[in-house]
C-alpha cells in the first residue's frame, strides 16, 4: 500500500495512505494532536491523579507508527526526571527510508536529543533498551489482538487508525484486551470520540469521558479502569 510524507497544519510531517485518505496523524497539526491527546490527557492526568512518585511508569502504544508519541514522552521523561518504561505495538513498521523524512527533532527544538530519535527506530524489536536514564522502550511487532498482558500498563496510548478504515481494531475485544492490560487506575486516551468506540469502551468495565479535542477535532475519550 501506498504512502508518502506530507505536512500538517502545525508544520509537523507524518505518512499519509491515499488508498484509505488516512493519516498516522491529524493533518490539523501531528504534533499538537499528540501533545494533546497523550501527553496532556494520558500522562499529565495520570501523573496529577494517581502516580505514586516512588514507581516507575509503563506505558502501552497501540500503534507505535512513526515514533512520535514515544518520542515527545521521552522527552518528557527527560524533563519531569520521571522513570518510564515504554512498550510500543507495532503491526507494520515504518520503513529507515520514511524515517529519514520525519521532522519532529527539528519542529520539536530537539536537536540535542536527535541521537535518542535515531535510536528509538535503530534499536531491535523484541528487546528491552535503555534510551535514556529516565526512559527505557521495548518495540513489539505484533497484531493488536496478540495483546495478553495482564495489569502491566498504567496509562494506554490508544493510537490505531480510524475505526472508518480499521473497524476490527475498536471493538469490545480489542478493548476488553486493553482493560485487561491495565493496573487499577489505569488510564486509556484515545483520540477517537465515536459514539460506537465509547460504547465499546463503557462495555468492557472503562468510565469514560469526553473531552475536548486537540485543533481541528472537538472530542476524545479517556477511559479509566477502576476495578481490579
Known amino acids: ?46 501523573n496529577e491523579e ?14 507505535f507508527g512513526t515514533g512520535l508519541n514515544a518520542f515527545i514522552t521521552l522527552l518528557e521523561a ?16 515504518v520503513s529507515a527510508e520514511e524515517i529519514l523524512q520525519l521532522n519532529y527533532v527539528k519542529q520539536l527544538q530537539a536537536e540535542r536529543e536527535t ?22 522502550l521495548t518495540k ?27 473497524p476490527e481494531l475498536w471493538t469490545e475485544d480489542i478493548f476488553l484486551k486493553m482493560y485487561n492490560a491495565l493496573k487499577k487506575d489505569g488510564v486509556l486516551v484515545t483520540y477517537s470520540a465515536k459514539g460506537s468506540v465509547r460504547r465499546a469502551m463503557q462495555a468492557v468495565g472503562f ?7 486537540p485543533p481541528g477535532k472537538r472530542e476524545m475519550l479517556r477511559g479509566i479502569k477502576k476495578d481490579n
Open 78 to 93: 527527560e524533563k519531569l526526571k520521571q522513570p518510564m518504561h515504554y512498550v510500543g505495538v507495532e503491526a507494520y513498521p
Open 1 to 46: 500500500m501506498k504512502r508518502e510524507i506530507i505536512i500538517t497544519a502545525d508544520g509537523s510531517s507524518t505518512i499519509h495512505i491515499p488508498e484509505w485518505n488516512e493519516q498516522y496523524h491529524s493533518k490539523h497539526g501531528a504534533i499538537q494532536e499528540a501533545y494533546h491527546v497523550f501527553i496532556k490527557q494520558g500522562l499529565h492526568y495520570y
Open 115 to 136: 541521537i535518542r530519535f535515531d535510536k528509538i527506530h535503530k534499536m531491535s524489536w523484541e528487546n528491552k533498551h535503555e534510551v535514556s536514564p529516565y526512559f527505557s
Open 140 to 166: 513489539k511487532q505484533k497484531l493488536f489482538k496478540e495483546i495478553e498482558d495482564k495489569a502491566v500498563f498504567d496509562i494506554i496510548y490508544f493510537d490505531a487508525f480510524g475505526a472508518r478504515v480499521q
Open 207 to 213: 468510565i469514560v469521558e469526553r473531552l475536548p479535542g
Open 50 to 63: 494517581t502516580w505514586n512518585q516512588s514507581d516507575k511508569i509503563c506505558i502501552l502504544e497501540i500503534g
